[in-house]
């Protein structure tokens, strides 16, 4: 987004917590399968992240992020989470009790686009899958930068879902190539839209080196996630389970499967990125296909194969 935004103007409408929170996958431990712990205790180690003491967690729903990345930090760290729903500061607060962690961790509500913390109050300041909700990621960077004292991390975790519905279409089932390539023509074509709408883009991740420089962080490094999501019969392993549960859940809730829009949606985020109305039903039956034959084949145990998660993980450091 153009630098030139109104920094005073109010972020767009968001979807209702009990929508946004299905359609995102909060519920459960999905998104705790996202991160390989050695791998992170890797990019701790690189970024300095033990020298941690005070950190948010910008976005943080309820709580994985957090949690995650607090064992990589100093012993002694604390961590703020802040979203702006209050339903899921309440659940963060308690899964923390749950987890023996509330004395490191505390909660609040706020924007991401306006932080209830002072200028120069933390030493991280990160986000995961959060940019690509937004209307201008710029505004969210500078607001994390802010936060940050000299030499204070801001790491950004994002996704390319785009790049991540072409590697999953390999091993669908029951699709023709001509259906595989019309999938992938609606996906752009609700991305764009969804972007047109103000409602984010889900494939910010590559953009990402390019906004933390125009934010004004320095010391920039990229890396991707080393992690795939993995599903082969029978389906024994906590991962697998969990991808299992958030994919059927999509598909018995009417949602495209992995792409997080119910028809209604889908079909806003198409007319809004250009799409041909006439040629809306098609596809969306095409999706639905998709769907049911994911399910077929995930309960008669013989779909089988591997997708990656495309996570950016970009990182740099507010000037000293």
Excluded at 30 to 47: M, V
Excluded at 102 to 107: E, L
Aim: glycine fraction near 10%.
């Amino acid at each position: 987004m153009s630098s030139a935004a109104d920094p005073s103007a109010p972020p767009p409408p968001a979807l209702e917590a009990s929508e946004y929170s299905w359609l995102v996958g909060f519920e459960g431990d999905w998104r705790d399968t996202w991160w390989n712990r050695d791998f992170l205790e890797l990019i701790a180690r690189r970024l300095r992240l033990g020298e941690v003491r005070a950190a948010v967690d910008v976005g943080c729903g309820v709580g994985h992020w957090g949690r995650i990345l607090l064992p990589v930090l100093h012993g002694e760290a604390t961590l703020v989470g802040v979203d702006r729903e209050p339903s899921f500061v309440a659940r963060a607060a308690a899964e923390a009790e749950a987890r023996g962690i509330a004395a490191r961790t505390s909660y609040r509500e706020g924007l991401a686009e306006a932080l209830p913390l002072p200028d120069a109050s933390v030493d991280l300041a990160t986000c995961q899958t959060v940019l690509m909700h937004v209307a201008d990621p710029l505004r969210v960077l500078r607001e994390m930068r802010r936060v940050l004292r000299p030499g204070g991390v801001l790491l950004a975790v994002e996704p390319n879902n785009f790049a991540e519905k072409a590697t999953a279409l390999v091993t669908a089932p029951g699709l023709t190539r001509a259906e595989r390539l019309a999938l992938l023509e609606l996906d752009a074509i609700c991305q764009d839209g969804k972007r047109a709408l103000g409602q984010g883009d889900c494939s910010v991740g590559e953009r990402l080196p390019g906004l933390l420089r125009e934010a004004g962080l320095g010391d920039l490094h990229v890396v991707q996630s080393d992690k795939c999501a993995a599903l082969i019969p029978p389906y024994e392993t906590p991962a697998e389970r969990a991808e299992l549960r958030q994919m059927l859940a999509w598909i018995d809730g009417g949602a495209w499967l992995g792409a997080g829009g119910t028809r209604d949606q889908t079909h806003a985020w198409y007319l809004a990125g250009g799409g041909d109305p006439a040629q809306f039903e098609r596809l969306w039956a095409i999706a639905m296909q998709e769907a049911r034959a994911w399910k077929e084949a995930a309960l008669a145990r013989t779909l089988c194969g591997a997708h990656g998660v495309t996570f950016y993980l970009v990182s740099g450091r507010k000037p000293a």
